[in-house]
């Protein structure tokens, strides 16, 4: 069968035409009116991004082209003998191509990133350099960033490529990128909490997380198989999130897809964004040290509201889209029904879920009181043994990298020029205000 960049080639002409119709025929028709709150506000609510990838519906959650989360996990492919769930390379197939990709697509995905995947001996030197004190994700950063070396694009923007072959050469860096994500996220892993100890080497009879699990020393198959759930839900989430966003702003500038991908790392880094996923595990350990890992309902809610009162947000509750429980959430919490459910602090996650909303409600001011995709996924990586919860952050970029570089190929497949938003004074604002 055709290979995804055969696939895509033939899309890329029919895709633009869209375009240009839309454009034409609609370019001057209104979206909606902006408000001065909604400037002041994030710029949350107004339809600013064009993403095909995938799009977040606020109470039934994230659609990978079309298709609810629930339905790309029980329909991806499974790939490896014996795993009970989808590869995230059969994701990577459905977000760039729009299509569920068949068993042999999935595969051939698999084997190509193992080809490409192997991290330049400079990189390794400069993650193997790296201080303790240096936060895993800054170093993902870093790695990501030094990258840039190997664009393709870059030597070919040099030489003067014309602007309707860009995307060929996006697609060959975001290929290569995806490809040695899980080598240099393990490097990462090692390094910080093995002493450097672990292959370095691909294993071509391996799929993309089997490859990742074994490198960091994780060998349980129930394991590999939470890892590729995990990077098929944590892989995309329309383009206005900090993560996508960075990464399609920068990608803008026609910096490298791996300079991009550095800066979208750099915003999951935050706590508001995926850096809650530590924060959720460092939350939850406290609580259990002052009032144990079998409390009762009234300690829990004295316990969140001393949270509240401290003026800490609680992490893993509340979306800037999402207006009922992240079906993210959900997702893992079924796979912990089958696999762990008698953990003691996956009970607990599942006692938060009852308690939290209605105090986060009472507040009068939390626009969505439920949980988020990161409230779950810490206490099914502590049941495998993976405990170092200032890594965490790095397992959603790894899967994170999938969503962003298929916007991206599909960002200079289209032309989508340079962002370049126009901010006006306060001053301005408010004169412009009064007179109107
Ligand atoms: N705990 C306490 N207060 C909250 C929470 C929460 N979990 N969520 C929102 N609020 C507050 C928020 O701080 C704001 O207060 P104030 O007006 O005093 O500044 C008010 O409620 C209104 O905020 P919202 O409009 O509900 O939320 P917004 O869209 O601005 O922000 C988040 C969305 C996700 C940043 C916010 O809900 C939050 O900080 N949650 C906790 C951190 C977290 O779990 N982030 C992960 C999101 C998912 N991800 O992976 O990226
Ligand atoms: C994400 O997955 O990017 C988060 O849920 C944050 C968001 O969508 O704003």
Known sequence: ???LKEVLAKQVPQEREKMMGLKCLHGDKKLGDIKLSNVMGGMRGLMLLMCDTSYVDPNKGIFYRGMTLKDVVKDLPRVQEGSKEGTP?????LLTTGKMPNKGQAEGLTKEWNKRGNVPRYCQRLLDSMDQRIHPMAQLCAASSCLDAESKFVKAYRKGVKRAKYWEYIYEDAMDLCAMMPPVAAIIYC???????????LNPKEDWSGNFCRMCGY????FIDLMRLYFVLHADHES???SAHATQLVGSALSSPYLSFSAGMAGLAGPLHGLANQEVLIWLQEMIKEIGDDPK???IITYVNETLKGGKVVPGYGHAVLRQTDPRFELQNDFAMKNCKDDKNVKLVTRLWKLIPEILKKLGKVANPYPNVDAHSGVLLQHYGLKEMQ???????VSRVLG??????WARALGAPIERPKSFTSDFLCKFLQDK
């Not at 390094?191 to 080497?201: L, M």
């Open 391 to 397: 890594y965490y952050t790095v397992l959603f970029g």
């Open 240 to 242: 206005g999130n900090v």
């Open 404 to 409: 962003v570089m298929a916007q991206t190929i």
């Open 1 to 3: 069968g055709a290979n």
């Open 219 to 222: 060998k349980d198959k129930n």
């Open 191 to 201: 390094n910080a909490f093995k002493d450097g100890a672990g292959s370095r080497e």
């Open 89 to 93: 390379e059969g994701a990577f197939w």
């Open 297 to 299: 309902d009234d300690e």
